[in-house]
């Protein structure tokens, strides 16, 4: 706890304390109180500029430098680029080739003449091995975007605003992709509130946690769906997984097609703007039942790009 509110110390110029918000609609329909945590209305519209930046401002002035590299579908690339800037550094940014214009363009804004793009590969595990490759090269440092103590710990800072805006929470349900958000924001909300079922909400299409605890580790899967951009992983951390696997009550497997209409519901009902991998989280509340009626739900929106 005393780690985490250091780091939510350090970002707090940084990043924005998004709001918890009760929604009226989700909770009339589950009979539950569930509550958003507004990741989406973040400064790079999602919470891993929080990561980005509290691991790169612990490098040392000598790695800082040499220039930093990362690998990314798009809103790990958009805190990287942010926080590239806010630093002064050199960094540079590979993404898969498919990546949305949207998110190219946004990572150039926020980056500016601090960051350059390389596009390559067809998913982030493709144009992961590339960046690690040219890190290694170019004498660089990797900035993991969920794989990473110091990554782990500011993504954390979401759990600990969530701590401090709801007194009870009974549950909370996180989407899962490599696991970083779940593991910093999992352990800290244990550590504070030992009774908060924590519930990981995955794409039925990119199973990686649900594999890995069957395994008992983290394994590799041969193909994904990549419609869930921002969750479409094929491994898991290893330090995410052992981190994850301590707090997991229960990892729930959602279709993307659930997912599509949870995010066409959001925006006609609350005109909340959610991208595929920021709906995960309410689309797994279907698939919770009976279990939550009358509960303190928390759900977090991860993201809007």
Avoid: W
Avoid at 204 to 211: F, R
Avoid at 273 to 293: N, W
């Amino acid at each position: 706890l005393d780690t985490v509110r250091a780091a939510s110390q350090h970002l707090k110029t940084i990043v924005l304390k998004t709001p918890l918000q009760l929604n009226t609609a989700l909770s009339r329909q589950f009979g539950a109180n569930i509550y958003l945590k507004r990741e989406d209305l973040q400064v790079v519209r999602s919470y891993k500029l929080r990561g980005a930046y509290n691991m790169m401002s612990s490098l040392p002035e000598e790695k800082l430098k040499c220039g930093v590299v990362c690998a990314s579908a798009g809103n790990h690339a958009q805190g990287f680029a942010f926080s590239c800037k806010a630093l002064n550094i050199k960094g540079t940014i590979f993404m898969p080739s498919i990546t949305p214009k949207q998110k190219i363009t946004q990572t150039k804004m926020f980056g500016e003449d601090n960051i350059e793009i390389i596009l390559t590969g067809d998913t982030y595990d493709d144009c992961a091995n590339a960046a690690k490759k040219f890190t290694v090269e170019n004498n660089m440092t990797f900035v993991h975007p969920f794989d990473d103590e110091k990554v782990i710990e500011g993504q954390a800072t979401v759990g600990l605003e969530i701590y401090e805006q709801l007194e009870k929470i009974d549950y909370l349900v996180v989407p899962i992709g490599g696991g970083g958000l779940c593991a910093g924001v999992g352990n800290l909300i244990k550590s504070v509130s030992p009774q908060t079922k924590i519930i990981g909400s995955e794409p039925l299409g990119a199973p990686s946690m649900t594999e890995a605890l069957k395994a008992g580790c983290p394994v590799e899967l041969t193909s994904i769906d990549r419609f869930v951009d921002g969750a479409a992983v094929k491994r898991v951390g290893d330090i995410t997984f052992a981190k994850c696997k301590a707090v997991l009550d229960e990892v729930i497997l959602v279709p993307e097609g659930k997912i599509c209409t949870t995010i066409l519901e959001l925006y006609n009902k609350d005109a909340i703007v959610a991208e595929p991998a920021g709906a995960l989280s309410i689309a797994a509340l279907s698939f919770l039942g009976e279990k939550i009626k009358g509960k303190n739900v928390v759900c977090i929106i991860s993201g809007s790009n």
